[in-house]
C-alpha cells in the first residue's frame, strides 16, 4: 500500500478549518481597531495645535519679558561700564527679537528706523532753527547799533539793551500787502498818541531809535538830545515853561511833585 505525504501548506491549500479562520479576523479585526484608537488618541486638530503653539510662546514670552526687566535693571547700575551697557543692551535686544514672526521683526526694524529718521530730522531741523535765532540777532543788532550811530548815541549797548527785546524779524509787504519773502527788524515801540494815551507802535529800527532821540525820557541818551530828569530850564509841562531849580528854592512840596511826575519816584 502506498502512502502520500503532504506538506502542512498543501493541508492549508485543500482545506481550512472553520474555527481558525474566525479566530485570526478576530484578532486582526481587534488589533485594526486598538491601532485606530491610538492613532485618534494620537492626533491632534489644527486649532489645537494652534493653542499648543500659542501657549508655548507666551510661556516664552513671558519669561524673556521677565529676564528683559531684569536685564534693564542691571543697565541702569552706575556701576557697569559703557561696553557692559552696551553688552547688556544687544542682549536685551536679542532676547526682545529672538521669537518674532518675520512680519513682527520687519515691522520692528521699519519702527527702528523711522525713529532714526525722525531724530535725524530733530537735530538738523534744530541746528537750522538756532542758525536762523543766531543770524537774525545779528542782523537785528547791526540794525540797532548803525541807527544808534546815526542818531548819535552816546552808548551803543543802551539802545541794544532797551529795544533789543522788543526787536523781532518780520516779512516785508509790498505795495499791495502781499509778502515779499524778504524780512526786516521791527520793533514794538511803546509811544503815545496825540492825546497822550499809550500806544504801541511797529517801527523800523531807524525809525524807533529816531522815535527815543525826540523824546525826553531818552534824551540823556543822545548827543544833544532832550534831557530827562529834573534840571536845566526850558523843559515843559501842561502849564508852560518852568525853572525847576527856582521851584525847587521856593516850593519843595511843588518840586517833589513835579519829580514824582516827571521820574515815577519821590525824593
Known amino acids: 500500500m502506498i502512502t502520500f505525504k503532504r506538506s502542512p501548506s498543501q493541508f492549508v491549500a485543500f482545506e481550512e478549518d472553520p474555527e481558525a479562520k ?9 488589533k485594526a481597531e486598538l491601532d485606530a484608537k491610538n492613532k485618534k488618541d494620537e492626533t491632534f486638530t489644527q486649532d489645537q495645535l494652534n493653542t ?10 513671558e519669561k524673556q519679558r521677565t529676564l528683559v526687566t531684569e536685564l534693564e535693571t542691571l543697565k541702569k547700575s552706575t556701576s557697569l561700564t559703557v561696553k557692559e551697557k552696551e553688552s547688556l543692551q544687544k542682549r536685551i535686544e536679542d532676547l526682545q527679537t529672538q521669537h518674532m514672526t518675520t512680519e513682527e521683526k ?6 527702528a528706523a523711522e525713529k532714526k529718521r525722525a531724530g535725524e530730522i530733530a537735530e538738523l531741523t534744530e541746528d537750522r532753527d ?9 542782523v537785528i543788532n547791526t540794525a540797532i547799533i548803525g541807527a544808534a550811530s546815526d542818531n548819535k548815541a552816546l552808548q551803543h549797548e543802551q539802545i541794544t539793551a532797551l529795544i533789543g527785546p522788543r526787536t523781532k524779524m518780520v516779512e516785508k509787504l509790498d505795495e499791495d500787502g ?5 524780512h526786516e527788524p521791527k520793533v514794538s515801540f511803546a509811544d503815545k498818541d496825540k492825546d497822550d494815551k499809550p500806544i504801541i507802535l511797529e517801527l523800523t529800527v531807524p525809525e524807533a531809535v529816531k ?7 531818552y ?9 530827562s530828569g529834573l534840571g536845566g530850564t526850558g523843559s515843559q509841562t501842561k502849564g508852560g515853561k518852568y525853572d525847576i531849580a527856582e521851584i525847587a528854592k521856593k516850593d519843595p512840596a511843588k518840586y517833589r511833585e513835579l519829580r514824582k511826575e516827571r521820574t515815577g519816584t519821590p525824593t
Do not use: C, Y
Open 130 to 138: 538756532i542758525w536762523q535765532r543766531k543770524h537774525a540777532q545779528l
Open 106 to 111: 520687519g515691522r520692528r526694524a521699519e519702527e
Open 52 to 61: 499648543i503653539v500659542a501657549e508655548e510662546r507666551r510661556k516664552m514670552s
Open 178 to 182: 502781499k509778502p515779499t519773502g524778504d
Open 219 to 227: 534824551g540823556n541818551l543822545f548827543e544833544g538830545g532832550k534831557k
Open 211 to 217: 522815535r527815543m532821540k525826540e523824546l525826553e525820557q
Open 22 to 30: 474566525a479566530k485570526a479576523e478576530a484578532e486582526a479585526k481587534a
